[in-house]
């Protein structure tokens, strides 16, 4: 079954250390994002890329870093800068960054830093 | 810049009741609308979409949403819940080359 693997389910970090999230996808899309999902505020974008070797900036990109050396993988560092970064993340792809390509999740990873 | 706006954020219901959740967008150009649904503790799932055409979409489970396009409103409806609708329903707009969420809609629907 074609889809997208976000791993893992939970992650637990000490303030001050870096982590990186994993997504991989095999539906072969183009396009690949970050949101970071928070109670009352809806999906917010942190980075999207559209090609491999290619991303940019979301809404909140601060305190975060991508990489897309690969088509099926996009995984995120959420660094020390990062405020506020207990959150849930999810990941997630379409065929093409384009106006009718609907989005696929994954089923997130739930980061909390105490 | 492109928003989405969901008025209601927690709504609470019967089975067999109508449902109706508010959705607005500002955004200059052509806009495609999406709605999404969050089952609890399943991921994101797409569950309509307008691009053109007819402003009355339909999606599964008996959903449908209706673009009115001078009202910037893409509203969610169903004629008659079910304790299965029970989810995080969430509004969303393409713009340029990225997808924008509203904050979301909690529904709660007993039995």
């Known amino acids: 079954d074609g889809g997208i693997t976000q791993s893992p389910k939970y992650l637990f970090r000490k303030e001050g250390q870096n982590v990186t999230l994993s997504c991989e996808q095999n539906?072969?899309?183009?396009?690949m994002y970050w949101y970071r999902q928070d109670p009352g505020q809806g999906l917010r974008l942190i980075y999207y890329?559209?090609?491999?070797?290619?991303?940019q900036k979301g809404d909140i990109a601060e305190g975060y870093s991508v990489s897309r050396e690969k088509k099926e993988s996009f995984p995120l560092t959420v660094t020390s800068a990062q405020k506020n970064p207990t959150a849930f993340y999810l990941c997630?792809?379409?065929?093409?960054?384009?106006?009718?390509?609907?989005?696929?999740f994954g089923n997130g990873t739930r980061l909390t830093v105490t | 810049a492109q928003s989405v706006s969901q008025h209601n954020h927690h709504v609470i219901l019967s089975e067999a009741a109508s449902l109706e959740l508010g959705c607005n967008y500002s955004?200059?150009?052509?806009?495609?609308l999406f709605w999404y649904v969050q089952y609890p503790g399943q991921h994101l799932q797409l569950l309509l979409k307008y691009f053109s055409g007819d402003p009355l979409v339909k999606g599964i489970k008996g959903f449908e949403a209706e673009f009115i396009k001078s009202k910037f409103s893409f509203n969610l409806r169903k004629p008659s819940v079910q304790w299965s609708d029970t989810a995080e329903y969430f509004c969303?707009?393409?713009?340029?080359?990225?997808?924008?969420f509203g904050t979301g809609t909690r529904l709660q629907v007993f039995p």
């Open positions: 955004y200059g150009g052509t806009v495609n």
């Open positions: 997630a792809s379409s065929r093409q960054s384009s106006y009718n390509s609907p989005l696929h």
């Open positions: 969303a707009v393409m713009g340029t080359d990225k997808l924008i």
């Open positions: 890329s559209q090609i491999v070797n290619d991303f």
């Open positions: 539906l072969n899309h183009d396009a």
